[in-house]
């Protein structure tokens, strides 16, 4: 699919502010691509897409994940977390795009989950440092991710968890395998096993 047609697809199912926002990601996406050695189609395609049914009606989320392979203990999160997942589907349903890896980095970008590709990698980090995006700890995210993707997603990984602890907000379990995976491959392993394996 050509990317000007898919933004005019889903400029049509989002609101003004959610698509400029899709366009920035699609924009950092590249930029990380490009560094990092992805392909910047599939990036800038996942990105445009993966917020299309940020705005579908909680009903017909609630329906496509209770009739598809699509795990069902989704359903006792927050909704915010429908959005990717279903929208991995509706994407090959609705436009024919069966890029599984285009698919996996769209249901995940939110959660994130262990033994991510690059292109997940490209997209879980985009979508928390586009330009558009201001909050304690983002710069240093922003920075991080000029020189190490992996460093950069274990830090929007670790950052989002601490939000949702302080919020008393219920915790997806792939965004624990997410932060535990990228914790144990950095810099080969956790500060915690460098230092075990130094005294043994």
């Known amino acids: ?22 366009l920035r990601v ?19 395609l996942a990105a445009i897409f993966h917020d299309y049914c940020k705005y579908r009606s909680l009903e017909e989320m609630k329906r496509i994940i209770m009739t598809s392979y699509l795990p069902k203990d989704l359903l006792q999160y927050h909704h915010e977390l429908w959005h990717g997942p279903v929208a991995s589907i509706l994407i090959e349903q609705e436009y ?51 020189t190490n993707l992996s460093k950069s997603a274990w830090m929007v990984s670790r950052n989002t968890i601490q939000y949702l602890m302080q919020k008393k907000n219920r915790i997806y379990p792939d965004t624990f395998h997410a932060y535990n995976d990228l914790t144990k491959h950095l810099e080969g392993g956790t500060l915690i096993e460098q230092k075990l394996i130094g005294n043994t």
């Open 1 to 22: 699919m050509k990317i000007n047609e898919a933004k005019e697809i889903v400029e049509a199912h989002l609101t003004k502010a959610r698509f400029e926002h899709s």
């Open 26 to 44: 699609a924009d950092t996406a590249v930029e990380l691509a490009k560094k990092y050695n992805v392909s910047t189609e599939q990036a800038e």
């Open 96 to 146: 024919g795009i069966y890029d599984t890896e285009i698919q996996s980095a769209i249901y995940y970008h939110t959660t994130g989950r262990a033994h991510m590709s690059d292109l997940e990698l490209v997209l879980f980090v985009a979508d928390y440092i586009e330009p558009g995006r201001s909050f304690p700890g983002l710069d240093d995210v922003r920075e991080m991710a000029k």
